[in-house]
T-cell receptor, first 114, second 116 residues
């Protein structure tokens, strides 16, 4: 069964600093990978996704993520964090075929200091 | 113009009661899901329906019963509520065709259920 690990429960960065959130997955085949963001009291918004092709994917709000098969990782990055980026970030893997479910990591809470 | 809408947003109730959460999507999708987010923010799928048919049923107590009257609606009914049912419940939807489209899920804003 697939699994997703987000090693960092909570990360604090200063506004304007760069950000990297880690995600490792366990999956037998080529995974479909996602990053979602959950702002306080809100639902989940899709930031970006990887299915195949270019291993560096661009998303909304200036985020990008890089798929590294050799490390089973899909880390999320942003060069300069804004205070509005403070939120919970979830990495997820999808199992294709007839089973559409997403398996989520436990999330990383991002705090942004002024 | 909400794509996936859930009602109510908040639900506070006593143990033993029966309650329902409604979900509607206007994206033209034919697959819908219910996820549970526990107090530690961990998200886990509960159910999935495709064209009103149940396709995923994770290990969920029988007290939880999803109902899909049509492709655009998936409601969640919970009988005999327990303290441990307190959580945020998210509805989501997706297409069922297309390698990429069927794996992109759109989420509602969630329903925070508090069982006292």
């Amino acid at each position: 069964a697939q699994s997703v690990t987000q090693p960092d429960i909570h990360i604090t960065v200063s506004e304007g600093a760069s950000l990297e959130l880690r995600c490792n997955y366990s999956y037998g085949a080529t995974p479909y990978l996602f990053w979602y963001v959950q702002s306080p009291g809100q639902g989940l918004q899709l930031l970006l996704k990887y299915f195949s092709g270019d291993t560096l994917v661009q998303g909304i709000k200036g985020f990008e993520a890089e798929f590294k098969r050799s490390q089973s990782s899909f880390n999320l990055r942003k060069p300069s964090v804004h205070w509005s980026d403070a939120a919970e970030y979830f990495c997820a893997v999808a199992h294709g075929g007839s089973n559409y479910k997403l398996t989520f990591g436990k999330g990383t809470l991002l705090t942004v200091n002024p | 113009d909400t794509a996936v809408s859930q009602t109510p947003k908040y639900l506070v109730t006593q143990m033993g009661n029966d309650k329902s959460i409604k979900c509607e999507q206007n994206l033209g999708h034919d697959t819908m899901y219910w996820y549970k987010q526990d107090s530690k923010k961990f998200l886990k799928i509960m159910f999935s329906y495709n064209n009103k048919e149940l396709i995923i049923n994770e290990t969920v107590p029988n007290r939880f019963s999803p109902k899909s009257p049509d492709k655009a609606h998936l409601n969640l009914h919970i009988n005999s509520l327990e303290l441990g049912d307190s959580a945020v419940y998210f509805c989501a939807s997706s297409h069922s065709q297309g390698r990429i489209a069927k794996n992109i899920q759109y989420f509602g804003a969630g329903t925070r259920l508090s069982v006292l």
